[in-house]
């Protein structure tokens, strides 16, 4: 409340801005109802000082300090994000130079595939490289021709002189057509059995182990050469047999693999057969 | 504080820094040297200096360099300001002012320059001088009258 002992503090508290509207509003009140008090309170309202803006620092330049180069740090995230992206883009521009061929047919099971079309080679002495199941599964899907899987390139393929083995002549010499036709049919039972064991081992690797089957030795001699390393390592035979089983592993899986890089399609899209399934993948 | 953070300081608190001293001082070339001196502590003690806090900061160094050093040398002799082309209000009444406000003794003066050209409130200005709040509005409601009397003896002259 405003009175003549405290009016002239209001009025200073006022000068400073420091009054509150209704401590202001009772002023003004106070000073109309005692005129007399309006010219001390017109002067304590005009002493207020006011900046003059013509009054400048001219010298700023000097004052002021090179803002450092802006340093951008990235967080892990990011960091591992744009990893990720460069790891992408190189492996599909990999996909995409090394992918001319349309569609692949990976067989999971071929060479059982290889050896069961040995079993009518018994019958008919001609093996051919492509399998009866990849044939089939090419012709089941028509619409998208199907590359050949790259059985002709592997050396599995069971060469002509294996139909020569097969061929061989009755050993016995026999004249009963019936027990001439036994014979014969022992004879080409053995010879499947050993092929069956030189495609499993020469299927994988130049370390695979070939077996000793005499009508193969003239017709393999880059095989053989392949297997006297093995055969010259100083371990055991049990040995060296678990390493080409191992070395056929290997291969099946590299063999695979390589087909899969050839599975690219174009640059959206990647089938993949596998079985009679056929497997297309959309980006 | 960061470098931005301090050059924005310099752009926007320079002049009123400036005029602050060189009503303070009464020298424009001591004013230039409150006003270096004092963004010169400021670039030092940047990692101190919360952001939002430079005006402040430049203030109370520049208060005390302004009212305490000068005092102490007693080499405050009042001049007239730099020339001032800009005169708001009245100009004969502003002139008063500038008179009225060299009756003042410096930290007198201080307070009310830092209430009037600058706005701040009592507890503001009390973290500036150092005052406590009260001690600054005894002191300005001491500077006010002697203002409003030297302003009304004045008159009555005129």
């Known amino acids: 409340m405003v009175t003549w002992e405290n009016y002239e503090e209001y009025m200073m508290l006022h000068a400073d801005g420091e009054l509150q509207p209704a401590e202001a509003q009772a002023l003004v009140a106070f000073v109309s109802a005692n005129p007399e008090l309006r010219e001390e309170f017109e002067a304590y309202g005009s002493i207020k000082l006011m900046p003059d803006a013509a009054v400048v620092y001219t010298n700023k330049e000097a004052l002021l300090k090179p803002v450092p180069a802006k340093r951008i740090v990235l967080s892990a995230w990011q960091r591992l994000s744009i990893a990720a992206s460069v790891a992408a883009i190189i492996f599909i521009s990999l996909f995409n130079l090394r992918g001319t061929g349309n569609e692949v047919a990976i067989n999971e099971t071929e060479p059982a595939a290889i050896i069961s079309s040995l079993q009518p080679a018994v019958q008919t002495p001609a093996v051919t490289t492509a399998t009866p199941a990849a044939t089939n599964e090419v012709a089941a899907i028509p619409e998208v021709p199907a590359t050949e899987m790259p059985v002709s390139k592997k050396p599995t393929v069971v060469p002509t002189h294996v139909p020569g083995h097969l061929k061989a002549p009755l050993r016995s010499g026999t004249q009963d057509p019936a027990m001439a036709q036994a014979e014969q049919y022992e004879i080409n039972k053995i010879a499947v059995t050993e092929t069956q064991e030189y495609v499993l081992a020469n299927a994988a690797a130049p370390l695979a182990v070939i077996k000793e089957i005499p009508g193969l030795a003239i017709a393999l001699p880059a095989a053989e050469h392949k297997s006297s390393i093995l055969d010259n390592l100083p371990i055991e035979d049990i040995k060296k047999d678990g390493i080409a089983l191992m070395a056929n592993a290997v291969a099946n899986t590299y063999r695979k693999m390589d087909a899969f890089k050839h599975s690219v399609t174009d640059e959206k899209n990647i089938t993949v057969r596998i079985e009679k399934k056929r497997l297309v993948l959309s980006f | ?158």
């Open chain 2, 1 to 158: 504080m960061e470098v931005i953070e301090y050059n924005t300081c310099v752009q926007e608190w320079a002049d009123a820094l400036f005029r602050f001293a060189c009503k303070c001082t009464g020298q424009a070339d001591d004013a230039h040297d409150v006003v270096q001196s004092s963004f010169e502590v400021l670039w030092q003690k940047r990692k101190d200096v919360e952001p939002g806090k430079g005006k402040a900061f430049l203030f109370q160094v520049a208060y005390r360099q302004s009212v305490d050093n000068y005092r102490k040398r007693s080499r405050v002799t009042f001049t007239e300001a730099p020339e001032e082309s800009y005169s708001p209000g009245n100009p004969d009444l502003k002139k008063i002012l500038d008179r009225a406000l060299d009756q003042l003794d410096e930290q007198s003066r201080a307070l009310v320059l830092l209430k009037d050209y600058e706005g701040y409130r009592y507890e503001e200005i009390a973290q500036i001088t150092g005052l406590n709040e009260s001690q600054v509005k005894v002191y300005l409601h001491r500077a006010r009258k002697v203002l409003k009397e030297y302003l009304v003896s004045v008159e009555n002259v005129l």
